[in-house]
């Protein structure tokens, strides 16, 4: 298995941490398969996917405003700034195409997909935030959506707290592993409190469709995993997700939730045997 590292640079005066191994796909796509892409979600970083990483090879950075990255006031942290900065993150590293998988917010990278869909060769879709529409935001969300109250509620964020609100998030009893916790806790700082705050509050369920709306130009091969416990998103949008994409092969699995490969570790093994694929 490829050995992951750790790298970190500089995106127009940001900074910006990513893990990366070997794999197939060379920069330019010279090796005929696209760099596999990871983007993570909220409220986590590139941590979810050293065990992808070390399958699989690829890239995952911390996206700007988590974990190791930047963090700075001066962002707005929309989507289509998302886009941007991951544009400008595969520009810099001579990454030409790439196999994504998102999850959670790590939707924003369907964002880019839309815009760049000649520079997608597969496309996984885990759990992510529904551009798509129909979909209205749960309660933790419009908490998160509401000025001062969004503030009060990041001000109470402690491992007590978020050993108790984590329990809903996975299938299996209790909380989220310990592991999980000290990942969200290690960087949980007031810069990342302000980015889920503006990423939430800058995405109502109508910028959200729109933000969806051409998800059927990407055209490259797709596959949906749903944990169907999720208590943040309904299991219905994991089919919408397959019929905006074009007919996408669909996983749903009811023994997960909303980090599917935390209760179904063999979820980790089915995402990188679809990458391993050659491409069209």
Known sequence: MPDVTERSGEI????????????????????????????????TNSDDWVEFLARSGGIAPDLPGFGRSGKPGSLSFTIDEYANFIEAFLDVNGVERVSMVVHDWGSVGLAFAQRHPQRIDRLVVINAIPLLA??????????????VL???????????????LSREGNATPGPMPEAWLDSVLDHFDQGTQRAILRLYRSSPPDVLAAAGARLGEIGAPALVVWGTKDPYIPAR????????????????????????????????????????????
């Open 12 to 43: 127009g005066g940001l900074p910006v941490f990513w893990r990366e191994a070997p794999s197939d796909g060379a920069p330019g796509g010279d090796a005929g398969r696209g760099v596999p892409l990871y983007l993570h979600g909220i409220p």
């Open 237 to 280: 949008f994991a089919q919408a997700y397959a019929d905006a994409l074009g007919g996408a092969e669909l996983v749903t699995l009811d023994d997960a939730g909303h980090w599917p490969w935390l209760d179904r570790p063999d979820v980790i093994e089915r995402v990188v045997s679809f990458l391993a694929v050659a491409p069209r």
């Open 134 to 147: 129909g979909y209205r935001w749960h309660r933790t969300a419009r908490i998160w959506r509401t000025p």
């Open 150 to 164: 969004g503030e009060l509620s990041m001000g109470t964020i402690s491992r007590r707290t978020l050993r108790l």
